[in-house]
């Protein structure tokens, strides 16, 4: 699987500082050294407001309740009927679960005449730079990503196949800055999957563990004791739309020899919304 790339695409990918080389069939080999993940208490909430959330461990809140996240996708809810202007209102108004204790703003922005888009980008929780402006993947990640969807001829707020729609797994950066427990993300997640509904995607990729979590605990429990490493390389359904997962920008900023493996998974991603030849 390969994409043809011209000269500007070849630019970009440059700027990404990645070798153009075209991913085997064969998965590429996890990058993170197996290991056994034990159910512990949820992590400590960190003091610093600007902590990072650690997302490279697989989190024992995650891990330990994934029938929580089944129940509220099986309930009724009122979410299912909004438009994105309640939708949005709902956000902003929310206060269901501890994350929005302390919280400046929710990270939830639409444009002001939302179309459908063939990609739908999931990103982690909220960092300080993404509260503060109200809006998924801002300053050095967002320009990456920017970088890397420009590459596969897509850009954020497009339509169709040249189209992508970002969000946040969450809505809300708490004031003391932690990892969202399993309830918390089992009840942001009924904004997720109108987001999802609302956007029409064809592939969605998931960007980060909490992202994929949300998206596969559900039909793919299993994957809840992987490290994030073997999450990748695959195709997963979510309500009948692929889902890829990948690392977050952030993460390739600390990371640059993933850009690599992240380059493999964005084609992975492009190559779902590829009709099948007939020869």
């Keep these: 699987m390969s994409l043809d790339l011209d000269q500007r695409q070849r630019a970009m990918l440059q700027e990404m500082k990645v070798p153009v080389w075209w991913p085997s069939a064969k998965p590429a080999p996890a ?77 939830f922005a639409i444009d002001p005449a939302p179309q459908q888009a ?28 920017d970088n890397m969807l420009r590459a596969v001829q897509c850009e954020r707020g497009g339509q169709g196949s040249a189209g992508a729609r970002l969000c946040s797994v969450v809505k809300c950066r708490p004031a003391v800055v932690r990892n969202p427990g399993p309830d918390e993300l089992a009840q942001c997640a009924e904004f997720l999957w109108r987001e999802v509904a609302l956007s029409k995607p064809r592939v969605i990729l998931a960007m ?36 890829v997962v990948t690392y977050h920008p952030s993460k390739l900023l600390r990371a640059p020899l993933e850009k690599a493996n992240a380059w493999a998974d964005l084609c992975l991603a492009r190559a779902q919304l590829v009709p099948p030849s007939n020869t």
């Excluded at 063939?118 to 990503?145: C, T």
């Design 208 to 243: 980060g563990r909490f992202a994929a979590m949300s998206l596969l605990a559900k039909d793919y429990p299993e994957t809840l004791q992987l490290p994030f490493g073997q999450l990748r390389a695959k195709v997963y359904q979510c309500q009948g739309i692929p889902v």
């Design 118 to 145: 063939d990609w739908l980008i999931v990103g982690e929780p909220p960092d300080e730079q993404e509260e503060r402006a109200g809006a998924p993947f801002v300053g050095p990640a967002g320009k990456l990503l």
């Design 31 to 107: 990058s993170e050294p197996e290991r056994s993940v034990v159910a512990a208490p949820a992590p400590i909430a960190r003091a610093a407001r600007g902590a990072a959330v650690d997302q490279s461990l697989p989190p024992a809140a995650v891990t330990a309740s994934p029938a929580s996240a089944q129940r509220a996708a099986n309930a009724p809810s009122k979410v299912d009927a909004m438009d994105w202007s309640q939708l949005r209102e709902a956000v902003q108004s929310c206060s269901a679960c501890g994350l929005c204790e302390g919280r400046k703003a929710p990270v």
